[in-house]
């Protein structure tokens, strides 16, 4: 059974950056797709970033592209989100989630990610 475990959110000004980490325990970490997904108040949960079990291909959203890195660490066991130039529109709480089955190409489809995190907040400030 995974664990996983988010970090790195908090309130931030327009324009800054944060680095979020999701820590994971239990399974083979390098096996799996990783996905980082966000929900703002009101809204349905959305995908921001994946990123294949072999690191070779990652997805954005249009809405972060060229803003925000999805990268992991396997021998840490740790994907990372890091989130440049943010804007207000970025405030949610954001998930991340391990594909459903091994050697996943990372494809951005969310019924393909299981295993979800606590969630961390991020709030940006205009």
Avoid: H
């Avoid at 239990?26 to 997904?37: H, I, K, L, Q």
């Avoid at 970025?90 to 295993?115: I, M």
């Amino acid at each position: 059974q995974v664990q996983l475990v988010e970090s790195g959110g908090g309130l931030v000004q327009a324009g800054g950056s944060l680095r979020l980490s999701c820590a994971a325990s239990g399974g083979t970490f390098s096996r799996y797709a990783m996905g980082w997904f966000r929900q703002a108040p009101g809204k349905e949960r959305e995908f921001v970033a994946t990123l294949s079990w072999s690191g070779e291909r990652s997805y954005y959203a249009d809405s972060v592209k060229g803003r925000f890195t999805v990268s992991r660490d396997n021998a840490a066991n740790t994907v990372y989100l890091q989130m440049n130039n943010l804007k207000p529109e970025d405030t949610a709480v954001y998930y991340c989630a391990r594909s459903q089955t091994v050697y996943y190409d990372g494809s951005p489809q969310l019924r393909r990610f299981g295993s979800w995190g606590q969630g961390t907040q991020v709030t940006v400030s205009s």
